[in-house]
């Protein structure tokens, strides 16, 4: 079946559930055994949930994966692929990674032996030259926040591969919709599914998706151990938003794709980040690894913190938050904002200057969010 078809059949049956065409959401947190030890299928909600088992299966399905494991957030899940590593372990991480990957990573993996070296994943020389005889990760985010720099998925896991380490590959931006990185070649998936699979800003969470069964074994009791879990509810809104990922992300594409023309004729912009343009990094490895090139959009100005400011607050149709993914468009200062965990030098030597201004575009009419934008560009 193709993706449309499988975002909204996949992983549920109505007739298992009275022919309810929506899962059911289970609440209730134990689940009565016929005798010590036999249950069908569900013993404590945090090992398991059927409402949870359902939208687990469409995450497998939409990656091409085998195996997810649904999270109480993005995090969750990092932290329990992160927990598959042992002390001395090595992790190669791309430079350009979400602030809370680089705060978890530095700030409490690092403390418990665990050694991380951040990259330029953009060329694959120089991911080459930082594997280590204890290099057991490559952790990628393609493309990335807020840069939306493009890594090669499958020259860079086929290089993990050589070097007998696990492929992690953050696919938040591009949702499978737009790329599914186990078909090039990764071990493991992750998202925040906070952002494009729920699509509406109304929930927090996080999957792994993986085919390899070994791999998936030990994240799942990662997270039965530390108790990553999502509730029932949350899990039925991601499985509801899923169902019009097809639908958004073109809507969303196609709004991006206008918003860019418009940015790079503005006299006030003096840079883009948009993998659609030709002299994006890596422009030929998004074309070739991505079904369209996303909704999300980077840009500089040519004024300071303060002017960057201006030009994200009060917005009339622009809702200025972190997050991105929903149907609303949003826009927010990275530097002030998603990325203030990372050290200025490391930002700036990552290239995320202090005025760069990172857009979520949504589905709302295109004229109306370039209109608002002009007028936070002419506001200072």
Not at 305 to 332: H, I, Y
């Amino acid at each position: 079946m193709h993706f449309e078809t499988r975002a909204i059949h996949a992983g549920y049956n109505p007739f298992d559930h009275f022919g309810a065409v929506n899962p059911p959401v289970f609440l209730s947190s134990t689940f009565q055994q016929s005798a010590p030890g036999k249950h069908q299928g569900f013993e404590y909600a945090r090992s398991g949930n059927p409402t949870r088992q359902a939208l687990e299966g469409v995450l497998a399905s939409i990656e091409n994966g085998e195996h997810a494991c649904a999270f109480s957030s993005g995090l969750g899940a990092t932290d329990s692929i992160l927990k598959l590593l042992n002390a001395g372990d090595h992790v190669i991480v791309a430079d350009d990674v979400y602030g809370g990957t680089f705060r978890i990573m530095d700030k409490t993996f690092q403390r418990y032996g665990i050694e991380f070296t951040w990259v330029d994943t953009t060329n694959v020389e120089n991911v080459k030259g930082a594997f280590k005889a204890n290099t057991k990760m490559l952790f990628l985010e393609t493309p990335s926040n807020p840069l939306l720099k493009i890594s090669d998925i499958e020259a860079l896991t086929n290089l993990a591969k050589e070097k007998k380490a696990i492929s992690v590959v953050d696919n938040t931006f591009a949702s499978p919709y737009l790329q599914r990185p186990l078909d090039l070649g990764a071990d493991i998936v992750m998202h925040s599914c906070t952002k494009y699979l729920g699509g509406h800003s109304d929930v927090v969470m996080g999957a792994a998706v993986t085919r390899n069964e070994k791999l998936n074994q030990q994240i799942a009791f990662n997270q039965n151990a530390s108790g990553a879990v999502p509730g029932a509810l949350d899990c039925y809104l991601v499985h509801r938003g899923i169902k019009t990922l097809a639908v958004r992300m073109e809507q969303g594409c196609d709004n991006a794709e206008r918003i860019v023309s418009f940015l790079l004729e503005h006299k006030r912009v003096t840079k883009v980040f948009y993998p659609g343009l030709k002299d994006h990094v890596n422009h030929n490895v998004a074309a070739r690894q991505m079904k369209r090139f996303g909704a999300m959009i980077s840009f500089e100005i040519d004024g300071s913190v303060a002017d960057g400011v201006k030009v994200v607050s009060d917005r009339r149709v622009w809702t200025l938050g972190e997050s991105l993914g929903g149907v609303e468009s949003l826009l927010e200062h990275p530097a002030s904002m998603t990325h203030a965990s990372i050290p200025k030098a490391m930002r700036e030597k990552a290239g995320l200057n202090d005025g760069l201004i990172r857009l979520s575009v949504g589905i709302e009419s295109a004229e109306d969010l370039i209109e608002d934008l002009r007028k936070g560009l002419e506001s200072y």
